[in-house]
């Protein structure tokens, strides 16, 4: 079966310092990988998605970048956190276009 | 006009009762449809997705499928307190991997 982690699963982070948010996915092979931010009391906000190694797409312009050094491993980065970058922040995948998404236990990050 | 809407709620159930959610979208050449449940502080997961026009049972879950009116709604059966959680609805466009969501129904089920 499939799962898929994230970590960590909380972290409180000064404004301007960096971050870096890992995702990774076992028991399946090229999987389209996402990442969502939920500000709170808020809905999903798609932020990149991948389809490959090396492939990812922006949703939303912002400070924020992602990366996908493997085939299961989803990065999310920052150089420099904002306030506003605060939520929970979600990684999911599927097995291709229009396929369900399932989604990691999620992090919540609170910038101060 | 959100792309992806539901009533925010809460919407409150008696136990045993029938919970009712609907979701309108308005992208008319959206494929599939899919209900997500997210307890407090977790994060979302599925309960159920549909493709095709109609009805589509899982246990005590309902989906209902309407392209025409361009909607989709959840009915809950015998709703239960582990019940309690918010509701979400997403959408996926004609083509590529863009899941929409909803702001999400909350739902309490009251004992």
């Known amino acids: 079966s499939q799962t898929i982690h994230q970590w960590p699963a909380t972290l409180v982070q000064p404004v301007g310092s960096p971050l870096s948010l890992e995702c990774t996915v076992e028991g399946t092979s090229n999987p389209n990988l996402y990442w969502y931010r939920q500000a709170a009391g808020r809905g999903l906000q798609l932020l990149f998605y991948s389809v490959g190694i090396g492939q990812i797409s922006s949703e939303v312009p912002q400070n924020l970048s992602a990366s996908r050094p493997q085939d299961r491993q989803f990065i999310l980065s920052s150089k420099k956190l904002l306030l506003s970058d605060s939520g929970f922040y979600l990684c999911?995948?599927?097995?291709?276009?229009?396929?369900?998404?399932?989604f990691g236990p999620g992090t919540r990050l609170l910038v101060l | 006009q959100k792309e992806v809407e539901q009533n925010s709620g809460p919407l409150s159930v008696p136990e045993g009762a029938i919970a009712s959610l609907n979701c309108t979208y308005s992208?008319?050449?959206?494929?599939?449809f899919f209900w997500y449940r997210q307890y407090s502080g977790k994060s979302p997961e599925l309960i159920m997705f549909?493709?095709?026009?109609g009805d589509k049972e899982d246990g005590r879950f309902t989906a209902q499928l309407n392209k025409a009116s361009q909607y989709v709604s959840l009915l809950i059966r015998d709703s239960q307190p582990s019940d309690s959680a918010t509701y979400l609805c997403?959408?996926?466009?004609?083509?590529?991997?863009?899941?929409?969501f909803g702001g999400g129904t909350r739902v309490l089920v009251k004992p």
């Open positions: 549909i493709y095709s026009n």
């Open positions: 997403a959408v996926n466009k004609a083509a590529g991997n863009k899941l929409t």
């Open positions: 999911a995948w599927s097995r291709g276009e229009q396929e369900t998404q399932y």
């Open positions: 992208d008319r050449g959206s494929q599939s």
